[in-house]
């Protein structure tokens, strides 16, 4: 005697559409998630007052790209490492190439070549020295002896008589400067990371 026994539904049909909606909502989740992230971070930065431009630097990146998968995986990350870095551990800075740190007053004005002047380029720039003031309380010093133009800067003076002649701050000099946390990646990403269960389960369908 020949038995022949069915099975309705056919159950490797049925696991293999379950393995590949299981792969679609993974991989879903995962985007989502990585979307989300991005999001998040580039609304934390923008809030902190960072402005905009450093929060497009925030990327975000699935794999595989093109197929779904059960081990699919997001990156997200930022193009500019270590501003993003500073902001978020809030970093003690010291000076690389000596004692001080210093540090541009309004008189000073900007860098021609964008950013903050030092204090070499300052002194190149105008034909004027600096000179050194310590002080036991609060940052030293640079000073010149000038006058303020319209705008506040220190430049040359064409006196003769000395008219109008200050002894104007250019650069406060401190030995080292702790930034600010204006930052908190980790939050965001736990959130991000918690809410992947249940992505997975609101993308599941057979």
Known sequence: ??????IDPDIVAMMTAEVAAGERAVSAAIREAGTGLKAAWRLQITGAGLGPRLARTIRSEQ???????LNAAAVVWSNAPVIVGAHDTGPLI??????????PTPAAGKSLRGGRITPGEWERRT???LRFIYR????SLLVTEGRLNSK???VASRSKTGRGLVTAPIF??????KL????DLARDAERAHDSIVGLIVANWVS
Request: aromatic content about 6%; charged content about 30%; hydrophobic content about 35%.
């Open 1 to 6: 005697m020949k038995l022949k026994l069915d």
């Open 63 to 69: 794999f595989p790209k093109a197929t779904p998968s």
């Open 94 to 103: 010291r000076s690389k190439k000596g004692f001080w740190l210093s540090i």
């Open 127 to 129: 034909g004027l020295s």
């Open 136 to 139: 036991r309380r609060g940052p």
């Open 152 to 154: 506040g800067r220190a």
């Open 172 to 177: 406060l000099l401190v030995p080292q400067v």
């Open 180 to 183: 600010p946390k204006r930052l």
